[in-house]
Structure formats: structure tokens, C-alpha cells
């Protein structure tokens, strides 16, 4: 789906994926030319300091930390979307 055509508001990304760890997914998805202003948020359980620097290094726009409180959620993706929405205007 990364090389896919569909247009994306937005990416919620786990650290813990099957195939690929979440920051290496958010370092492909940064990589490709169409995907490069999609806002992207991970979830993890983690509180590694070094995993949250890594996933910002890599592209996020945001880390939310699990438990997640679903309001939160909605704010923070609805804040990064408008915040892409700026940046290409």
C-alpha cells in the first residue's frame, strides 16, 4: 500500500508490526515522494526515550503512548492533518 495511489488524511502506526518495526515503516513511507506530507502518528507501549526520538527522526508527527485515550487520539490526528494542511497551502 505505501506505493499505492490512495490518498491517506492521515497514519496511525504501531511500533510492534508484523513484517517491519513502526519506525521503519515511517522511514519508507518519508521516503516516497507521495507519501512524504501524510501526518503520521505512533502508538506504542513503549517509554523508551531513544524509540520516541528515533520514530520523530524518522517522520512522525506524533507519539501517543498506549493506553490511549480515544479523545486524545482524534485531537492529536485531527491537529497533525491541519497542521499538513497548512504546510501545502
Do not use: Q, W
Not at 502506526?13 to 518519508?30: C, E, P, Q, W, Y
Not at 523508551?48 to 490511549?68: F, I, N, R, T
Amino acid at each position: 500500500m505505501l506505493g499505492d495511489s490512495v490518498s491517506y488524511d492521515a497514519v496511525l502506526v504501531s511500533n510492534r508490526l508484523f513484517d517491519i518495526g513502526g519506525v521503519a515503516l515511517i522511514t519508507r513511507m518519508r521516503a516516497l515522494d507521495h507519501r512524504t506530507d501524510v501526518p503520521i502518528v505512533m502508538v506504542t507501549g513503549s517509554t523508551d526515550v531513544a524509540l520516541v526520538a528515533a520514530a520523530l527522526s524518522a517522520g512522525a508527527d506524533d507519539v501517543l503512548y498506549k493506553p490511549v485515550d480515544v479523545d486524545f487520539l482524534v485531537d492529536t490526528v485531527n491537529k497533525c492533518v491541519e497542521c499538513a494542511r497548512r504546510r501545502r497551502e
